[in-house]
């Protein structure tokens, strides 16, 4: 148990459109979802955080304009990066936390694979 | 404030030999541990944890580690290292209440390399 699937894996876009990556957790309801952000050989930068139904808390820095993030049910989750840009080019995770099923462990974040967004 | 030190950015260990990774946190109350594996491309997967209880956990692949408090460290170790466990290895600490959330704080990851 605990999946979470993200997608897609690998996109790459002009500068200036907009990009959606999707988070879902497949056999468990996710009440709150992470996005990061990871650039090359360094750590996870926590983007934002959002509970199903609310809006996102985003930290500090991260544009919450440009970074859109919609959490509409407890499976999924999506990170619209809008007018993307070369320097958005990165590596995404999400990952999911539960605090209501029964046999997934709560108090764990389960990541997604991560998406490599490429902006021309 | 909060925070995870993981001192060794890269280690190489040749094939069959014994491996420990460090980390060292700040936190102000009894922590949550996590050991994350991230393999290239890939996203992080859990190798362990520490919540309570027994300070010696046991994780997959063949993974321990142990919480030792007067020293605020929780490293990682593997008697005999595999080709396959070359990857980036994150600790973790939480929960950090921040905004309503239970997030989690990483640390820098360290890089291992497995020689034949």
């Known amino acids: 148990g605990a999946v979470v699937s993200q997608h897609p894996s690998w996109v790459i876009c002009k500068s200036g459109t907009s990009v959606k990556i999707e988070c879902r957790s497949l056999d468990f309801q996710a009440t709150t979802m992470f996005w990061y952000r990871q650039f090359p050989k360094q750590s996870l930068m926590l983007m934002a955080t959002s509970n199903e139904g609310s809006k996102a808390t985003y930290e500090q820095g991260v544009e919450k304009d440009k970074f859109l993030i919609n959490h509409a049910s407890l499976t999924l989750s999506t990170l619209t990066v809008t007018s993307a840009h070369p320097e958005d080019s990165s590596f995404y995770i999400c990952?999911?936390?539960?605090?209501?099923?029964?046999?997934?462990?709560?108090?764990?974040?389960?990541f997604g694979a991560g998406t490599r967004l490429s902006v021309l | 404030a909060q925070s995870v030190t993981q001192p060794d950015i890269h280690i190489t260990v040749s094939e069959g030999a014994s491996l420990e990774l460090r980390c060292n946190y700040s936190y102000g109350a009894t922590p949550y541990l996590f050991w994350y594996v991230q393999s290239p491309g890939q996203g992080l997967q859990l190798l362990l944890k520490y919540f309570s209880g027994d300070t010696l956990v046991q994780g997959i692949k063949g993974f321990e580690a142990e919480f030792k408090r007067s020293q605020s460290s929780f490293n990682l170790r593997k008697p005999s290292v595999h080709w396959s466990d070359a990857a980036e290895y994150f600790c973790?600490?939480?929960?950090?209440?921040?905004?309503?959330?239970?997030?989690?704080?990483f640390g820098a990851g360290t890089r291992l390399a497995v020689h034949p």
């Open positions: 973790a600490v939480g929960p950090l209440f921040s905004g309503g959330y239970n997030k989690l704080i």
């Open positions: 990952s999911a936390h539960t605090a209501l099923h029964l046999t997934v462990a709560k108090n764990i974040q389960y």
